[in-house]
Each structure stands twice: as structure tokens, then as C-alpha cells.
């Protein structure tokens, strides 16, 4: 089964080395809508596949990082880099140029990323794994990934070499400050981060989710 979730984030960039001449040469912003594909295979105590809730935690907070923010390449011109960071309080340096193509598997392995890191609660399946993201640039235009294209398309390493501006950092919990501060991420295991989620259960039961609780009280 695949659930789906929306975010919303307005964000500005320059795309360099594109055909187009108005995105490659010009700031511009967007208003992007990010849907996150989640699949397992089983349903927790409550009959669903992962909660909505609790993608309000960690998941959310990471993608709102980007709301209102600027976001460059980090191998971008100095100067240019350098007046971002002057007149922006929020802003992102990204090891890799801000295109939705890249920003759709960027977006995947780091909520995979997340999910690996996160304390499952209700009986959620353990296997519970982001499959695609989509991401609509405009309303006419989007870049949809799925995992196979992390093996051809992306270097995993990237993943959390990234510089957040202090502003950023201001909005997010400690939970994610720290998994974000281990720069090589994917790399270092038995780290013992774990990312407990946004909202808990209200009460767990061993239970069929498509009958009767053993305990509804």
C-alpha cells in the first residue's frame, strides 16, 4: 500500500547550466508543492499505514527548512554566494546544483533517511520506506523519482553535506539539528540517533485493525 502527503514551500534559486536563459541567468522563486510517497506492508495498530500525524514531526520540519528560503549551489560564484548570505537571513548551500530533478532525490533519501532514524510506536511496519517524491516546481511542471533512480542518479554521500543559514537553524528541533550535524549521515551506523515522533499513540493495542480492539477503553 502507498500513502501520499503534501507540502507546500516557497523557495528561490538560480538554476545554472540550463538551456533557458531566464533560469540559468536570473533569481526567481517558486511556489513548490512536495508529495511524499510512502509504501509498506502492513498496517499498524490503528489500520493505517503510517499516521499523517506524525509526518507533522521530523519529516515536515525538514522540508520546511526550505520555505521562505534561498537555496544556491554551493560551487556557485563567490560573490554571488556571498550576497545571498548578506541579504538573506534564510538561506541553503547545497552540494549540488537546485534543480526539482535533483531536489526530488534529495528530498527521497533524506526522508529515508529520517524514517531509518525514527522510534515506531504503534505497531507501524518497520520496512516503511519513501518510495518517490514529486516535485512541482509550477503548476504545470514536476520531477517525480523513485528509489532505483537514488542507484543511477544520485551520490547518497551528498546527502547531509549541505550548510543551513543560522536563521534556519533557529526553526528546527534538536532531534533534527542532530542528525543533520552528522555530516556523513549515511555513512556512520550504530550512531544510536533516534528520532522520536511528532505525536504518539493514544493507546497501543494488540489488535486487528479491521475488527474488534482487544482493549478500546
Same mark, same amino acid.
Given at each position: 500500500?502507498i500513502i501520499?502527503?503534501?507540502y507546500?514551500?516557497?523557495m528561490?534559486? +538560480?538554476?545554472?547550466n540550463?538551456?533557458?536563459?531566464r533560469?540559468?541567468?536570473? &533569481?526567481?522563486g517558486?511556489?513548490?508543492v512536495?508529495e511524499?510517497l510512502l509504501?509498506?506492508?502492513?498496517?499498524?495498530?490503528?489500520?493505517m499505514?503510517?499516521?499523517?500525524?506524525?509526518?507533522?514531526?521530523?519529516?515536515k520540519?525538514?522540508?520546511?527548512?526550505f520555505?521562505h =528560503?534561498?537555496v544556491?549551489?554551493?560551487?556557485?560564484?563567490?560573490?554571488y554566494i556571498k550576497?545571498?548570505?548578506?541579504? #538573506?537571513?534564510?538561506? +541553503?548551500?547545497?552540494p549540488?546544483?537546485?534543480t526539482?530533478?535533483?531536489l526530488?532525490?534529495?528530498?527521497?533519501?533524506a526522508?529515508?533517511f529520517?524514517i531509518?532514524?525514527?522510534? &515506531?510506536?504503534?505497531g507501524e511496519?518497520?520496512?516503511?520506506?519513501?518510495?518517490?517524491?514529486? !516535485?512541482?516546481?509550477t503548476?504545470?511542471g514536476?520531477a517525480?523519482c =523513485?528509489?532505483?533512480?537514488?542507484?543511477t542518479m544520485?551520490d547518497s554521500?551528498?546527502l547531509?553535506?549541505f550548510?543551513l543559514?543560522?536563521a534556519?537553524k533557529?526553526d +528546527? #528541533?534538536?532531534?533534527?539539528?542532530?542528525l543533520i550535524?552528522?555530516?556523513s549521515?549515511?555513512l556512520?551506523?550504530?550512531t544510536g540517533?533516534?528520532i522520536?515522533?511528532? =505525536?504518539?499513540? !493514544?493507546?497501543?493495542v494488540?489488535?486487528?485493525p479491521?475488527?474488534?480492539?482487544?482493549?478500546?477503553?
Amino acid at each position: 500500500m502507498i500513502i501520499r502527503k503534501k507540502y507546500r514551500v516557497e523557495m528561490g534559486h +538560480i538554476v545554472r547550466n540550463c538551456s533557458s536563459k531566464r533560469c540559468s541567468h536570473s &533569481m526567481h522563486g517558486h511556489s513548490a508543492v512536495i508529495e511524499v510517497l510512502l509504501q509498506g506492508k502492513h498496517l499498524d495498530h490503528a489500520g493505517m499505514l503510517y499516521d499523517f500525524g506524525l509526518m507533522k514531526g521530523t519529516v515536515k520540519q525538514f522540508i520546511d527548512m526550505f520555505d521562505h =528560503c534561498f537555496v544556491f549551489w554551493d560551487k556557485d560564484d563567490p560573490d554571488y554566494i556571498k550576497d545571498i548570505q548578506h541579504w #538573506s537571513d534564510r538561506w +541553503i548551500a547545497l552540494p549540488f546544483n537546485p534543480t526539482a530533478e535533483l531536489l526530488s532525490l534529495f528530498f527521497m533519501d533524506a526522508i529515508n533517511f529520517i524514517i531509518s532514524h525514527t522510534t &515506531m510506536l504503534n505497531g507501524e511496519d518497520e520496512d516503511l520506506v519513501c518510495t518517490g517524491v514529486i !516535485y512541482h516546481e509550477t503548476e504545470s511542471g514536476y520531477a517525480q523519482c =523513485c528509489l532505483k533512480d537514488l542507484d543511477t542518479m544520485w551520490d547518497s554521500n551528498n546527502l547531509f553535506r549541505f550548510q543551513l543559514s543560522d536563521a534556519v537553524k533557529e526553526d +528546527i #528541533s534538536q532531534d533534527l539539528a542532530l542528525l543533520i550535524s552528522r555530516k556523513s549521515g549515511l555513512l556512520i551506523t550504530g550512531t544510536g540517533v533516534r528520532i522520536n515522533p511528532g =505525536c504518539t499513540p !493514544y493507546k497501543q493495542v494488540n489488535a486487528n485493525p479491521t475488527g474488534q480492539p482487544n482493549d478500546w477503553r
